[in-house]
């Protein structure tokens, strides 16, 4: 497996990636893979990443910011998805550590990640790679007319904002 930046050709692919996993119901709020200027406009224009596997992207992570005032510039929020038909081979983890890694080059202080809590793999990944629980927010949104709970996850660098 590669981890590798991401480019603008590897968006077809990540689209459907990132549809996947809507369809699974707990990756995302979002109803349907963003068009590319809704993803590139979403996101940090570094820390952008896809695994590759048999030169095939099987997975993408990224961050976006959490807000645009410059005191949170050294906070973001992960997105970490992979091809639900090649979960378990450590594709996640990959991407996941090398994310870390990328973004503490970045100057990036605090990391987020926003997850539904039945999705006990993305919390257990995220807990491995020095994420904390820092809470569940209670309703947060609507998903196909139904109230969702998220858990909100942190990991702060032991080497940037010290």
Not at 49 to 77: M, N
Not at 111 to 118: D, Y
Request: aromatic residues 8%; contains cysteine; proline residues 2%.
């Amino acid at each position: 497996m590669i981890i590798r930046d991401f480019c603008k050709a590897d968006f077809a692919t990540v689209s459907v990636i990132y549809q996947m996993g809507i369809d699974t119901g707990h990756a995302t709020f979002q109803l349907q893979a963003k068009s590319w200027d809704e993803w590139h406009g979403s996101l940090l224009p570094h820390c952008r990443l896809v695994a590759e596997l048999d030169g095939k992207v099987v997975g993408w992570a990224a961050l976006s910011p959490i807000s645009s005032r410059a005191v949170y510039a050294g906070v973001a929020e992960v997105s970490v998805y992979v091809d639900t038909g090649l979960g378990g081979r450590g594709i996640g983890q990959a991407l996941l550590s090398h994310l870390v890694n990328a973004s503490e080059q970045r100057g990036i202080w605090t990391l987020q990640a926003v997850i539904f809590p039945e999705n006990l793999a993305s919390i257990s990944l995220h807990q491995k790679n020095g994420f904390n629980i820092v809470g569940r927010r209670s309703k947060l949104g609507q998903l196909h007319g139904e109230w969702r709970d998220v858990m909100l996850l942190e990991r702060r660098s032991a080497k940037v904002g010290i």
